[in-house]
């Protein structure tokens, strides 16, 4: 079991946003630790998508963007593309024993 | 840009032990953290441990404590992941990944291996 919480799964037409959140507690997300979110298509390594919150790396599309608020986060994505059909993980710091680099269990997004 | 090339895929019996190698390259440093995540079939990401080469002071998740030993060969810029007393639970994709802090309370990986699959199976 994943110390951060997200969807499973979510889906969208071509062209629609979705927002996958991220679901942590007070002694990582809540204790502000910033969080971090990763795409992975099938069969590669994960890929750093959004840093800090809200920082994008160089490359990422700026129809990408992550918020943070209390004890929880959301990625946003905009404008849905054949190409985003991936699985995103949240990830951010903790200071109990289960840390200190934890992470979500992913979501599967599915362009329809 | 950084590089991080893994060694290759492994098939090991119940109860051996494993090493995967981490080669970096590129604008890094053996300053630069090095970490271990693996992923179960079908699952999340989970951290193991990590590494800051330099200093060869490396730290462990709880759950891997006493099973997994990471190390480094500075002069080479490898990375080492042992982990000992396998079982089929291990079975995995075993990622390294760089470290990176922007600002206290800003911990991420910014570079990542392509993966190693580990199978345990008898």
């Known amino acids: 079991q994943s110390v951060l919480t997200q969807p499973p799964s979510v889906s969208g037409a071509p062209g629609q946003t979705v927002t996958i959140s991220c679901t942590g507690s007070?002694?990582?997300?809540?204790?502000?630790?910033?969080v971090h979110w990763y795409q992975q298509l099938p069969g590669t390594a994960p890929r750093l998508l959004i840093y800090?919150?809200?920082s994008r790396p160089s490359g990422v599309p700026d129809r990408f963007s992550g918020s943070k608020s209390g004890t929880s986060a959301s990625l946003v994505l905009a404008g849905l593309q054949a190409e985003d059909e991936a699985t995103y993980f949240c990830?951010?710091?903790?200071?109990?024993?289960?840390?200190?680099?934890?992470f979500g269990g992913g979501t599967k997004v599915t362009v329809l | 840009q950084v590089h991080l090339v893994q060694s290759g895929a492994e098939v090991k019996k119940p109860g051996s032990s494993v090493r995967v190698s981490c080669k970096s390259s590129?604008?890094?440093?053996?300053?630069?953290?090095i970490s271990w995540v693996r992923q179960a079939p079908g699952q999340g990401l989970e951290w193991m441990g990590g590494?800051?080469?330099?200093?060869?002071?490396?730290n462990y998740a709880q759950k891997f404590q006493g099973r997994v030993t990471i190390t480094a060969d500075e002069s080479l810029n490898i990375v080492y992941l042992d982990l000992s007393s396998l079982t089929s639970e291990d079975t995995a994709i075993y990622f390294c990944?760089?470290?990176?802090?922007?600002?206290?309370?800003?911990?991420?990986?910014?570079?990542w291996g392509q993966g190693t699959l580990v199978t345990v199976s008898s």
């Open positions: 990944a760089r470290e990176a802090t922007l600002a206290q309370g800003v911990y991420y990986f910014d570079f």
């Open positions: 590129g604008a890094t440093s053996s300053s630069h953290p």
């Open positions: 590494i800051i080469p330099q200093f060869e002071a490396a």
């Open positions: 007070t002694s990582n997300i809540g204790a502000g630790f910033a």
């Open positions: 800090d919150n809200n």
């Open positions: 990830q951010s710091y903790d200071t109990t024993q289960s840390g200190p680099w934890v």
